[in-house]
């Protein structure tokens, strides 16, 4: 699964070293299983497109399958969030992160996403992330 940092920087026209790991990681790995990302990524990255048609057209270029969210998925990033809340966490934009490593738990799915801290509210998600995959 892809966080929304990653597809950010797969369909980038800068290089930066964030991009360029990004490419370089997504290029490395094996997805014979398919790429997937949900609606919350769709969202988070539709400011970058002028027409839903050419987001489609991104996200088929890169092999990429929008998966809705489920009730587990919810389910698990909403506790996960109160967990992150109940240490002290600030209210602000994290539910998005939460609800997409939520999905990503429930599918038993790798997710590859620059943001390690989500590794502390799923401690069984596997993460790629620079930390993990330098």
């Known amino acids: ?3 929304t940092n990653i597809i950010v920087d797969l369909l980038s026209s800068v290089a ?10 997504f290029a490395s790995f094996d997805r014979t299983g398919g790429s997937v990302c949900n609606h919350i990524v769709i969202a988070e990255i539709a400011a ?10 991104d996200l ?11 009730i587990e998925a919810a389910f ?4 996960a969030h109160g967990e992150y809340r109940r240490r ?15 999905h ?5 799915a790798t997710l590859m ?6 590794a502390t509210y799923f401690p069984d998600l596997t993460l790629i992330t620079p930390e993990t995959h330098p």
Do not use: C, Y
């Open 60 to 70: 088929n270029h890169l092999h990429v399958e929008v998966m809705p969210l489920t």
């Open 76 to 79: 698990a990033a909403g506790r």
């Open 16 to 25: 930066t070293t964030q991009v360029e790991w990004s490419r370089r990681t």
């Open 104 to 108: 990503a738990a429930t599918l038993g």
């Open 48 to 57: 970058g497109s002028d027409r839903v048609g050419d987001l489609v057209d």
């Open 113 to 118: 996403t620059r943001d390690r801290r989500l």
């Open 1 to 3: 699964m892809l966080d």
């Open 88 to 102: 002290g966490g600030k209210r602000d934009r994290v539910l998005p992160d939460f609800l997409i490593a939520g």
